[in-house]
């Protein structure tokens, strides 16, 4: 499956500037996987070492939040969109 | 609530829409609102709040007004500098609009002092500036059964998401469960913000806030907007609420305020 994926400002650093990248993969841990070997250091980002999502990184496939689907296994359609969000926490 | 001739001008505008009308800014003129922070996102809810005419609004920060403020906390002003935050952001308020009635707190919030101090407000609004404040502030607004009304910006993003964990919806952690570890993300301070990003968002949850208190229109709550101002870009994703959150959920592991170790730059002065 080809999927876009949106990158936020902190990591885009790893993806040479670019706010969206196309990325392959049947699931989530396949697609991040895959743009490890693309971009190195974004999947350590995003996971803890363990391949689980880090507890301030949150993944959507279109507008829903993958830990309420099957996680890391949510399974990817042709055109979906995956967005990373972390939190953020500046107010000042 | 009986208006007077100058609260009629004043509130016109408001009072002319069906959807606020003379009752919708009584609502107004009796409510209470806590702002956490006077700063960048705080600078712009509050003037909002303040010119809408929010009866009782309480400030809190411990800060001074700094010249490198100005580029972006809208509340302050050259002649400010040096002074308290909450002083000047009250001078500011009652300037605007003598309706208003500002408690001032020009002290930093704790696990002691919290629960104590939005106990007295309908509304709470987090405008803080690292993750330790934003957890207190989700977990003593779940303690009292506030509704919380949170922003947050970095460099060019923002986030705005309404939490009403005392209606049954999501908490803050049920978006994020724990604050990342020490140094891995960077401050503002480190990463620098756009100055008018913060009005869009402190005004995005001035907007939020007076819906609420009104009790018009579709509330944000159970979703979090996401704003990209190099993209000029709205997306706005569903918010669960976790069964496992550790807070709100069905068996929690939290049930009492916990203080998380503040950021480097939060230990500066």
Redesign the interface.
């Known amino acids: 499956m080809a999927v876009k994926v949106r990158i ?3 990591l885009r650093k790893l993806t040479n500037g670019a ?1 969206e990248v196309a990325a392959e993969g049947a699931n989530i841990n396949e697609i991040i996987n895959n743009l490890e070997k693309s971009y190195p250091g974004l999947k350590e980002r995003i996971c803890e070492p363990d391949g689980k999502l ?3 990184v ?1 993944l ?1 496939l279109n ?3 993958i ?2 689907k099957e996680n890391m296994e949510t399974r990817l359609k042709d055109n979906d969109e995956v ?1 990373i ?8 | 609530m009986d208006f007077t001739e100058e609260q009629i001008e004043r509130y016109s505008r408001h009072i002319i829409l069906p959807e606020v009308g003379g009752r919708g800014q009584a609502k107004l003129l009796k409510s209470r609102v806590f702002v956490l922070g006077a700063g960048g996102l705080g600078s712009p809810a509050l003037l909002y709040l303040a010119a809408a005419g929010v009866g009782t609004i309480g400030v809190a920060d411990a800060d001074c007004v700094d010249l490198s403020n100005l580029q972006r906390q809208i509340i302050h002003n050259n002649t400010r500098v040096g002074m308290p935050k909450v002083a000047s952001a009250a001078k500011t308020i009652n300037e605007l609009n003598p309706d208003v009635k500002v408690v001032q707190y020009n002290e930093r919030l704790h696990v002691d002092n919290i629960r104590r101090i939005i106990r007295d407000y309908d509304v709470v609004l987090d405008g803080s500036d690292n993750f330790p404040t934003r957890f207190l502030m989700n977990d003593a607004s779940f303690f009292e059964h506030k509704t919380l009304v949170s922003g947050s910006m970095f460099r060019f993003d923002g986030q705005v998401a309404v939490f009403k964990s005392d209606k049954g919806l999501p908490c803050y952690r049920c978006l994020y469960p724990e604050p990342p570890p020490k140094g891995l993300v960077p401050s503002c301070q480190e990463a620098g913000v756009l100055g008018a990003l913060a009005g869009v968002i402190g005004v995005l949850q001035a907007v939020e806030t007076v819906k609420e208190i009104i009790g018009i229109g579709d509330s944000l709550a159970g979703h979090l907007l996401i704003f990209d101002a190099l993209k000029m870009q709205f997306r706005k994703v569903k918010v669960r609420k976790d069964p496992e959150c550790a807070l709100c959920g069905a068996h929690p592991t939290i049930t009492e305020l916990k203080e998380y170790e503040q950021e480097a730059c939060e230990l500066r002065s």
């Open positions: 936020p400002t902190p706010d880090r507890r301030f949150n959507y507008d829903e939040d830990r309420f967005s969000i972390p939190a953020i926490a500046g107010g000042r």
